[in-house]
């Protein structure tokens, strides 16, 4: 794997990654973000349905939290996860949890960390968690770290302890890493923790970067765990030990105005787990990300789609939606929609805004229909990949100040 950098501006990189997968047939642009998947697939859609996305990421995203309970199918199979799901053509990116799940902390101890399955818990040490990198054969993987100190009530004692935790285990999952057989040519990554605490995400970086690393996770960041503000002090210290030529994996970040404040700050990767929560809520995302908008359309787009405000009276499930939904998307189950026949979003080239509108989506929502789902995750992923998309373009054109605004905006 090699990191080619064509522009930095201050921290910001704009780059590639070059040689990837085992016989170094893949790039990854830079920033980007990887292809979420659960249990090796993206959820809703078949390996058809995903083909006709036009920006698909080159790096798929695995986790052990959905993996890990078919462990056993994997060794029998002895040949990865990527042949045993169909992740044809695509580098594996190994982690530990799944972002768009919950997991309940504290089940960390000094020898182990756990994963949550349809089963239940699986609690692994080092040499289970290697055991079952091996079954998988990934072409990059996180190494196992103590992540618990995500909650904002974490002690420093507390977060001291995760990261002497993780470099520990970083440690011995090198030594088994060189071991293993399976595992030549496959990159490791190093965790970087330390909660909230600046000295302990410093000590964490500078530690981790001495070890072999191929490239850097940067966890326990998450939207829920922290303010952008902390988190933006933060991520600029811990870049700042890292070295340069070796990639930089964000976890639990997905909003598209906190990407733009951490690819700023220097991260390269981000994981795709946005579109899949804003699908699951029945919503479209919706913000405008175009640069370099036709006069015409964009009087088109901004008739096409008004800010929804809240109104006082709301019942049942709506309200828990209205709680989680954020300004970049809009809500199909809202009735407002019921008689709306424009596409999800005016001009999106997708499969789904090209051939169905907002009314039928809003139909096949309120009937529980399945196809609700596999419509709104082909145009969440494509809008979320589009706009990492223009995110490039803008850092090669200068105009990342532009794109901010265009996206604080919120909806078009
Ligand atoms: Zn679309």
Redesign the pocket.
Known sequence: MRLELSRVLQQCRRGVLLDLGLGGEHRMELPGCLLYTRCGTVPHLTHHTLCTLKHLPAVTQITLDSLAEHQEVLEEFQEGVGRFAGLKDTVIFSSLHDSAAPHPPGYSTNKTVSVWGSGGRIELTVAQYMALQKAIRPHWYQSMADGDTRQPNATRKKVCRAVDRTLSHLDECLSLHLKTEELRGTEIFGVVEGGGVLEERVRSARETAKRPVGGFVLDGFHTEAMSQELRGQLVAAVIKELPEDKPRVLLGVGHPDEVLACVEAGIDLFEGFFPFQVTERGC?LSFSYTLDPDPESTVFERNGTEVEEIPEHREGENVEIQEQMTRFEINLKDKRYQDDFR???VG???????NHQRAYLHHLLMTNELLAGVLLM??NL??YHGFFCSLRGALESDRLDALKRTVLQGRV
């Open positions: 479209a596409p999800l979003v999106c080239g997708c499969y789904c805004c090209r082909v145009h494509e809008h």
